[in-house]
């Protein structure tokens, strides 16, 4: 039995003192405030998010085509459709090598930028301030800025290895060999996407305690070993995150694509055909499906990826 | 404690039923005809004209112009969603001369002679016929964009040419020679990008052969190895394996070509380059190194001057428009031919429309050379008045988009080698005929 004072100074009742709920109806005891905050931000998620989500579903099982009216159920036909294609077959191959060149390379990257930034060292701050940059950009601005990079007739790199004669003439790196083109974009988006798996990493290594690398070091670990004994399983839920976030990225690929490449079949991707078939066709239904082949695959490659890597961590 | 809580849900309630009858409700609405009073939004993909042009529009018409500037693959995509949708969210917008056909069939937009006499503009703007589509006019052009060979005259002097080419094989023989005496190392400029500017340079290249691409009823004309339109892809095709097109030129956009090729001196010409752009991009010192080198040549074609395809953009009303005549009587002020002139720079730069060059109005174009405030103007005028022809004279087909992108994606994989001409002409000509037969 305790008197107390709120911190606004309110006295409160002593703790045997009859409940004013007591003798209410289930209904009268609910607190409706808090349902009632979290309802705005429930529909939103519902009406903007789930809904559409529900009708793409049931509507890529339907012939959706504005030209072709009326829309009618269609069975598997969208997806039939879609796999006879040999532009969206040739866009499946290509956004797999998106994904692969895009998730490693980021991963590798993330993993060295974020070891480099775990100490601390003067201007450290501004480093990771710069570092976030590219990933402010928009991807239609970074293919912009990599065109004059990339450009076989006024590029900067084949300025730069021309002047340093490590080439006798001008380069085409983009649209002549499908490789090298999907590499070279793919390079752009891991410019773009490193910084957030580097980031993700580091938030998973300032939990590391500095203890576990003296204790290393004074066992005799090399800065490898520590690394490899250390770092590496002790980041691995930031790992995981950060592959996920990428192949996220990397399946949706975009606007790289389109900006240094067009439409060429040497490097489109999977969502340039969506956007081809949904706007440009005007077949809807097509659209719809290819929509939720993208959404399957993020989702089962993703969780496959957090089976194989996220590993809960204690210390 | 328990008045204010009830106080507090019941106003968090009114909250949320405030955003659920918000989000819930349907975006369509019914037409309004007030034409004053009234706001329009007008989403066009170039910048707006100068404030006080409007501020006098609003004040002649009691019209007040909410101008949206998207980049034109986004407002194609919000035409279309907004349209599938029925949802309004613009009262005038963009009508590509290319899309007339599919939006005709779709019904998305109201016909535009049913608000302005278009029998009479007709004979004032000759591009009208690009956006008529089944004895409807879709939208009103309001700019003349059309397809012109553009030369840089000192290059070819260099070369000891000073005749300036009429037919496509004196054309061909000049770049060969230019690039023989070594004046520049690639002297043609083709976009082989796969990109739509692809798909307009062989169209104006196979008008310039001497024939069309598809006939009335969407069949392809151009599978016979003597037809205009296979040989123009072979002389495109041909130009960048013998080493008149830069070799990176694959992967180069239509304006990135203009830019970083024609406008630095680069190259010696552009057999399809825009209207325009001798004033717009050549002979400006901040964008180019060949300030008054360039100028515009008459189609060389086969036995002489061939045509210049029409590409310009036009303006018309979608069907979920709060206020079509509103909106209409906007698009009569803005394609009015003393407006034209004006935002083409005819009367000074403070009525300048950015970007804007030439007005679709004849007498717009005959106001801005008289002024001499169009450079290469009277060429452009005759051009205009004379040669420039729809790309399809039937109206484009309501399946162009998907048509384009077949001959830009063969056309591309055949400049690079990947495909020979005569496989990228039947992959195009395949997806014709299947887009045309509906299967």
């Known amino acids: 039995m305790t008197v107390g004072t709120t911190a606004l100074g309110e006295r409160t009742e002593p703790s045997h003192s009859p409940s004013p709920r007591r003798g209410r109806t289930w209904i009268q005891r609910i607190d409706v405030l808090p349902y009632a905050l979290v309802t705005p931000l429930a529909l939103f998620i519902v009406l903007l998010a789930l809904v559409p989500a529900g009708m793409t579903i049931v509507q890529s099982f339907y012939r959706v085509q504005p030209l072709d009216p009326p829309n009618r159920f269609d069975g598997f036909g969208n997806f039939r459709r879609l796999f006879a294609d040999t532009a969206i077959r040739t866009s499946l191959e290509n956004t797999a090598l998106y994904m692969v060149v895009g998730v490693a390379l980021s991963t590798v990257l993330g993993i060295a930028f974020a070891v480099t930034l775990q100490r601390r060292f003067f201007g450290r701050s501004l480093v990771i301030a710069v570092l976030i940059l590219p990933w402010a950009l928009p991807g239609v601005v970074e293919g912009l800025v990599w065109t004059g990079i990339w450009d076989a007739n006024t590029g900067l790199l084949n300025s730069v290895l021309t002047s340093f004669h490590l080439i006798n003439h001008y380069h085409v790196f983009l649209g002549q060999n499908r490789l090298l083109t999907i590499f070279a974009i793919e390079i752009v988006q891991v410019w773009q996407i490193t910084p957030l798996s580097a980031l993700l990493i580091l938030a998973a290594l300032q939990n590391v305690p500095d203890e576990l690398y003296e204790s290393a070091h004074l066992d005799g670990c090399s800065p490898w070993a520590s690394f490899r004994r250390i770092t590496l399983p002790l980041a691995r839920p930031g790992i995981a995150i950060a592959m996920v976030q990428a192949l996220i990225a990397t399946l949706n690929v975009f606007d790289q694509p389109y900006v240094l490449n067009g439409a060429a079949p040497t490097a489109a991707s999977i969502t340039e055909q969506t956007y081809f078939v949904s706007f440009q066709n005007l077949d809807f239904g097509e659209g719809y499906a290819l929509s939720l082949l993208i959404t399957v695959v993020t989702l089962v490659v993703s969780i496959g990826v957090v089976g194989l890597i996220y590993r809960q961590v204690e210390y | ?439």
């Open chain 2, 1 to 439: 404690m328990t008045s204010i809580r009830s106080v507090r849900a019941a106003a968090a309630g009114i909250c949320v039923l405030t955003v659920a009858v918000a989000g819930c409700s349907g975006g369509g609405s019914k037409a309004s005809t007030k034409t004053s009073g009234v706001t329009i939004t007008v989403a066009l993909a170039t910048p707006p004209p100068p404030k006080a042009a409007l501020a006098a529009f609003t004040k002649q018409t009691g019209i007040k112009v909410n101008w949206t500037n998207i980049d034109w693959d986004s407002l194609q995509t919000k035409i279309a969603a907004a349209a599938t949708a029925k949802t309004y969210f613009a009262d005038a917008t963009d009508v590509d001369w290319s899309r007339v056909g599919q939006l005709a069939k779709l019904n998305w937009f109201y016909p535009m002679e049913s608000y302005v006499d278009t029998k009479a503009l007709a004979k004032q703007m000759p591009q009208l016929s690009s956006f008529t589509n089944g004895g409807h006019v879709i939208g009103i052009p309001y700019d003349a964009s059309f397809l012109v060979t553009t030369v840089n005259k000192n290059l070819f002097a260099k070369a000891g040419i000073t005749t300036m080419p009429k037919t496509i094989a004196q054309y061909t023989d000049d770049l060969k020679q230019i690039k023989a005496k070594g004046v520049v190392q690639y002297p043609l400029n083709i976009p082989f990008a796969a990109a739509e500017g692809l798909s307009t340079y062989w169209y104006q290249t196979t008008a310039a052969f001497g024939g069309p691409i598809l006939d009335g009823s969407g069949k392809p004309q151009f599978t016979s190895p003597s037809s205009p339109g296979y040989k123009a892809a072979e002389w495109m095709v041909d130009a960048i394996k013998q080493g008149l097109v830069p070799p990176g030129n694959i992967n180069v956009a239509d304006t990135q070509g203009q830019q970083t090729l024609m406008a630095k001196g680069n190259v010696a010409s552009t057999f399809g380059d825009y209207s325009g752009n001798v004033g717009s991009l050549y002979d400006v010192p901040s964008s180019s190194s060949v300030v008054n080198q360039v100028e515009y040549l008459p189609t060389p074609g086969v036995n002489g001057v061939g045509p210049n395809m029409s590409n310009p953009d036009g303006i018309g009303i979608p069907r979920q428009a709060k206020y079509p005549n509103a909106a209409a009587k906007f698009i009569q002020w803005f394609t009015q031919a003393g407006n034209q002139a004006d935002f083409a720079g005819a009367n000074g730069p403070s009525k300048v429309m950015p970007g804007y060059f030439l007005p679709s109005q004849l007498a717009g174009l005959a106001e801005l050379t008289q002024k001499g405030k169009l450079i290469g103007g009277a060429e452009l005028a005759h051009l205009l008045k004379t040669s420039a022809k729809p790309v399809f004279p039937q109206g484009a087909p309501s399946w162009y988009p998907e048509f384009s992108r077949a001959v830009y994606t063969n056309l591309h994989a055949a400049a690079t080698g990947s495909m020979s001409v005569g496989a990228a002409i039947k992959a195009i000509a395949d997806q014709a005929n299947s887009l045309a037969s509906g299967s």
